[in-house]
């Protein structure tokens, strides 16, 4: 699970990334081109409750890659801004399976705008449009290439790239009119057949509002002005302060919570931006618990039990027999699996059980 951060410079991308990795990657390069990574374990309560109950030898997190890239230049005649990246940053965005948009939303006299002035909307207009473009110029070389020799080859393969084309010219229509590919509302198969494209404006988006210390009273009406007007598909809104987070995140626990109290902080937004990757994503965590550790498994919304068996080990996959599962809730409740089981809380599942979020598996299999 990778996302990549992105941003005009002066955002605060690369402190919203030390915000989020507890990093100390130098900041305020404005536009260097360096690329940063780093893993952060998802939030996850329920596993220190588990782990009361279960006292394993470890406990074990989902986790999200995060990476931090930085601006692309501006397009101009003649060349794409984003495909103007180094070639391992821009295979870096386009293998990303969401954005974390960063848009600064914060004014400081002694740090201006490379713009001259602060507007939230404005700067997300434009990195969507690059990428908007981007995803254009790849569009039009592919057509390009199907009107041509795409027209050769066996009945099949010329069928095949009729349907393609049919669904690029459709996708080139939006993006001609600034409607990122997401917002295309694509089938099951029509996302296979694209699937080799990465296309940037198709790829899930969290719209990070950087806010500074004056703008945290009035941060939720900033995120409801702007999700308002954002209404694409696969698309969150949310804000922090990374610089304030950033500086929570370096204090003892009994000082940021001090210090907290005193910015008017009542929940991490630290906590809440990672949880909104995570669920940008489509994932949900199904857990399991026992004397070696206790973990949280990230799985697609949807998955069936096998998938769950596979995301364990292939082995679980192929030998699986069934699929032991009570809720977190009844678990915790009842404070012992053999209690689930007396109270009925405790079900035998099968390969096509859908697994939902919080559930506690056991995987039963042959060898």
């Given amino acids: 699970m990778q996302i990549a951060i992105v941003g005009l410079a002066g955002a605060g991308k690369t402190t919203v990334f030390n915000t989020l990795t507890r990093g100390d990657v130098q900041t305020g390069g404005f536009g260097g081109m360096e690329l940063h990574v780093g893993v952060v374990k998802v939030p996850d309560p329920r596993l220190d409750r588990l782990a009361e109950i279960f006292h394993p030898r470890k406990i074990v997190h989902a986790d999200v890659t995060y990476v931090d890239l930085p601006a692309p230049p501006p397009s101009s005649e003649g060349h794409v801004g984003a495909e103007e990246l180094p070639a391992e940053h821009l295979a870096r965005l386009r293998d990303a399976d969401a954005l974390l948009h960063v848009v600064r939303a914060w004014d400081d006299p002694h740090h201006p705008h490379p713009a001259g002035s602060v ?89 990070l509002l950087n806010v500074g210390e004056g703008e945290l009273p009035r941060a939720a009406e900033l995120v409801a002005a702007v999700a308002g007007r954002y209404d694409h598909r696969h698309a969150l809104v949310d804000a922090l302060s990374a610089r304030i987070e950033m500086e929570l995140g370096q204090l003892e626990p009994e000082e940021a919570a001090v210090f907290a109290t005193e910015l008017g902080i009542t929940e991490s937004s630290l906590d809440r931006v990672i949880a909104l990757s995570y669920r940008l994503l489509g994932l949900v965590s199904f857990l399991t618990a026992g004397p070696d550790e206790v973990r949280a498994w990230p799985v697609p919304d949807g998955a069936t039990a096998v998938d769950a068996a596979a995301a364990i080990h292939t082995d679980l996959a192929k030998g699986f027999i069934r699929a032991e599962t009570v809720p977190y809730e009844d678990l915790v409740a009842l404070g012992s699996t053999a209690e689930a089981r007396k109270h009925g809380k405790l079900r035998s599942e099968g390969r096509t059980y859908r697994v939902r979020d919080g559930d506690v598996i056991e995987v039963l299999f042959s060898r």
């Fill in 119 to 207: 507007d939230a909307w404005r700067d997300l207009e434009q990195l969507d449009l690059e990428f908007t473009l981007a995803d254009l110029a790849v569009v039009d070389r592919r057509l390009e290439r199907l009107h041509g020799t795409g027209r050769h080859g066996t009945p099949a393969e010329r069928e095949a790239n009729e349907r393609e084309a049919a669904i690029l010219e459709r996708l080139r229509g939006g993006l001609a009119d600034g409607r990122p590919i997401r917002d295309a509302g694509l089938d099951p198969d029509e996302e296979k057949a694209l699937r080799g494209f990465r296309f940037l404006t198709q790829k899930p988006v969290l719209v």
